[in-house]
């Protein structure tokens, strides 16, 4: 029996193709980004939105704010579908 890291060097030294199970993962991490300049409350997306919505309304920020739904899309669009 050998390790996952030796099949995968193997393979590779082989030029064969590495199976998807042997492919290491790498985690999904979200925490605070820094370009998150606005600072909405992403615990509570709805109020977020909403807090979004008001500002481009208003004409506040408009750039950080079309940055930002960009940003904040990108963490829970993901889950929707």
Same mark, same amino acid.
């Given at each position: 029996?050998?390790?996952? *890291? +030796?099949?995968r060097r193997l393979k590779t030294l082989a030029r *064969? +193709?590495?199976?998807l199970e042997a492919i290491a993962r790498q985690p999904t991490v979200f925490g605070h980004e820094p370009d998150d300049v606005l600072g909405y409350p992403e615990h509570d997306p709805v109020e977020a939105v909403h807090h979004m919505a008001k500002d481009a309304a208003a004409g506040i920020n408009?750039?950080?704010?079309?940055?930002e739904a960009e940003r904040f899309a990108k963490h829970f669009v993901r889950g929707a579908k």
């Open positions: 029996m050998m390790s996952v *890291e +030796e099949f *064969e +193709e590495i199976p408009q750039d950080l704010v079309r940055r």
